[in-house]
């Protein structure tokens, strides 16, 4: 199953846009690429997904790659309470192996000053 | 309200002593896994189950046992467990059919101690 590589840690100011990368040079065709925020205390929760094309709803901003090797997950105004663990993983939404076996890793933890 | 339920929230027990924890979804999803979560370890995937009778190991299911009767329900069995099974455990599920199929629902999480 692929695999994604993030950086253990982050840094942001309040009200400043956030970053998060995400690689995962061994993506699939039909990889979808998912991103869940965990805050503390908290089960994760759901954020963005996309396959090919940028993606935007109401949390976050998804920017794939052209050749869909990385992501990067944006926030466009940081707050306090976007302070998390923010995971990157690869579904397989065809139906293969991945879709069933997620490898979530430590991802990244965003800590947000005021 | 569209949730998944894990019981109990917390859980002290010694080793050894058999223990179930519950999970339980009311969005009539397909798919359903568990995870353990340890401090510098992330989230590691214990099973999953792909729909009712069929379930799988993740990347750690050494200690567990899970089984998938009825859609909904997807407990965790751990038959003799030892400290090294302290953690905070997670369930999730997600439908997998259509365009809605792809998001996981996570539940508040478990926290067992084995002493």
């Known amino acids: 199953d692929a695999k994604t590589t993030q950086p253990n840690s982050m840094e942001s100011n309040e009200e400043e846009p956030v970053h998060l990368p995400c690689n995962h040079s061994t993506i699939s065709g039909t990889d979808y690429i998912h991103w869940y925020r965990q805050l503390p205390s908290q089960g994760p929760e759901y954020v963005i997904h996309g396959l090919t094309s940028n993606v935007n709803n109401r949390m976050a901003s998804l920017a794939i790659a052209e050749d869909r090797k990385s992501s990067t997950l944006i926030l466009h105004r940081a707050t306090l309470r976007d302070a998390a663990v923010y995971y990157c993983i690869l579904r397989d939404l065809a139906g293969g192996t991945s879709y069933g076996k997620l490898t979530f890793g430590q991802g990244t933890i965003l800590t947000v000053h005021p | 309200e569209a949730q998944v339920t894990q019981n109990p929230r917390y859980l002290i027990t010694v080793t050894g002593k058999k223990l179930t924890v519950t999970c339980s979804q009311n969005m009539n999803h397909e798919y359903m896994s568990w995870y353990r979560q340890d401090p510098g370890l992330g989230l590691r995937q214990i099973y999953y189950?792909?729909?009712?009778?069929?379930?799988d190991k993740g990347d750690v299911p050494e200690g567990y046992k899970v089984s998938r009767k009825e859609k909904r329900n997807f407990p965790l069995i751990l038959e003799s467990p030892s400290p090294n099974q302290t953690s905070l455990y997670f369930c999730?599920?997600?439908?997998?059919?259509?365009?809605?199929?792809?998001?996981?629902?996570f539940g508040n999480g478990t926290r067992l101690t084995v002493t």
């Open positions: 189950s792909m729909n009712v009778e069929v379930t």
């Open positions: 999730a599920s997600s439908s997998i059919e259509g365009a809605s199929r792809s998001p996981l629902h």
